[in-house]
């Protein structure tokens, strides 16, 4: 019995100028938010809920990844909220606002 193993190449290009599916996460931008910040996401959509940012990832976030035309994963996202409903959800900062209205709520 003859085993044969054909090398697998996998090559991550930037291409996000051609196309918003594959945009990087905005790891590079300077963080206006910080952990711990209450925050709404999705504002101003039928998606936005209120919640709390738990994780900042940085340079962590990362590119979409594509072998060939298969879409294999989106970019990584630079936020993780907890939500208040228990949900959390990873979001990019073009995603949140700071909930000005955080003011408003009893304190633990």
Known sequence: MELICNPVYVVLVDDSA????????DASVTAEFTVGERVRVFPDTSDERPGVLVEDFGQDAGYAVDIGTTHI????????????????????????????????LPSD
Not at 18 to 25: A, F, G, L, T
């Open 18 to 25: 051609e196309s918003s599916e594959n945009e990087m996460s």
């Open 73 to 104: 994963a989106d970019a990584s996202r630079r936020w993780a909220v907890t939500l208040d409903d228990g949900s959390l959800v990873f979001v990019d900062s073009s995603d949140i606002v700071v909930d000005v209205d955080a003011g408003d």
